[in-house]
């Protein structure tokens, strides 16, 4: 199995044995998911499709049933990681192209507001930044084009697979405000949704960023989330102090102080992704999108320079919309590896044969004609 990007007859035999013995198992070879030399990165992306194939497959299974159910007609697509989409079908059987959808169709949607915008602003240079409720992610738009990476990893293991570069921090609407080593530290620890923010009134106690937004007056105290959800200022208020008093703060203090160290540390985490990577973030536009993103744009803005910000119609959904905006993709990849002087044109000729029949091949399972 060692060298099964070049002859894939032993996984396949060792899989056809494994479907024989348990039909109802997820099977997942490596020269399927990734055909390519170097056997430890192969193993670790086998092995992370295989964590998760169960779930994709189930998950997508039950969706499709129920859109189904629902009346809905036409395909279900599913947003991959490289910012195409594929049918539910195909999605199952590539569930490792689905690990980074959600922050990538915050990008692909960045890509399709700078061709909106071609003309009245011409922003060909984008830094994506999506601020939700735990995470900040950002992404590059270099040229129109979103930036993608080969490999990229997870949790610390390598995978093989073409995705949109994102970066992520843990920092978003419900990073926690907290004492550690005698200095304020926001995040990476989060609210989530339950119980949230104080400020949501459904037994939060902890002090958030969007409990420090609120008291500020950066989110309207008449602001109703999700269309009817009222906030709670006192409670906000009695969370932010709570921590505020044992550095010597009131309320609003503390709340200021979270909101300056979450944007130093957003505005940290885009130099790593620019400026060190010989990238001058200036010549970018900063388009901030999620449910907290524009709330802090103009502040990392500013840390940084760049003199042009882009906020989009309905930010919160922005990713939603970009999903919407992304054409089939498939990528094929093999390694080709032979000495340069044992090369001949049918060799070349062969390798690449084979890569166009594979493209064929997932075009029609997605109903591409």
């Known amino acids: 199995l060692l060298h099964s990007y070049a002859n894939p007859a032993h996984e396949q035999q060792v899989a056809a044995i494994l479907h024989e013995a348990a039909p109802g198992l997820s099977i997942v070879s490596s020269h399927e998911v990734a055909p390519e030399w170097r056997e430890y990165e192969r193993t670790s992306t086998t092995a992370i499709t295989a964590y998760i194939a169960p779930i994709v497959e189930q998950y997508l299974a039950e969706l499709e049933r129920r859109v189904a159910e629902k009346g809905l007609r036409g395909p279900l697509r599913v947003m991959q990681s490289n910012g195409g989409v594929m049918t539910a079908a195909v999605a199952r059987g590539k569930p490792i192209q689905t690990l980074f959808s959600g922050p990538v169709g915050g990008t692909i949607a960045s890509v399709a507001v700078a061709d909106d915008l071609r003309g009245e602003l011409d922003v060909d240079r984008l830094i994506c930044v999506d601020m939700g409720g735990t995470s900040f992610d950002m992404s590059l738009v270099v040229d129109g084009k979103a930036e993608v990476e080969l490999q990229s990893h997870l949790q610390g293991h390598p995978v093989l697979s073409p995705a949109v570069a994102i970066h992520t921090m843990g920092s978003g609407g419900g990073s926690i405000g907290h004492i550690e080593g005698g200095g304020l530290r926001v995040g990476p620890r989060s609210a989530g949704a339950d119980p949230g923010p104080a400020c949501y ?65 957003m505005a940290n985490a885009i130099r790593e992704i620019t400026v060190l990577r010989g990238i001058d973030p200036r010549e970018f536009a900063l388009v901030a999108f999620g449910g907290a993103g524009p709330l802090h744009a103009v ?42 002087d044992d090369l001949g044109p049918d060799d070349l000729d062969a390798g690449f044969a084979g890569l166009r029949e594979r493209g064929r091949q997932m075009l029609s399972e997605d109903d591409v004609a």
């Open 201 to 265: 009134g459904a037994g939060g106690t902890e002090p958030t960023i969007t409990d420090a937004n609120l008291h500020l007056g950066r989110i309207p105290k008449a602001a109703r989330l999700a269309g009817d959800m009222a906030l709670d200022e006192a409670a906000a208020e009695k969370a932010l102090a709570s921590v505020g008093s044992r550095l010597g703060l009131d309320a609003t203090g503390l709340a200021a102080g979270m909101v300056a160290v979450a944007d130093a540390a």
């Open 299 to 340: 502040a990392i803005a500013e840390e940084l320079d760049i003199s042009r910000v882009i906020v989009p119609t309905d930010p919160g959904v922005l990713s939603a919309y970009g999903m919407l905006q992304s054409d089939t993709r498939h990528d094929v990849v093999q390694s080709f590896y032979v000495r340069v």
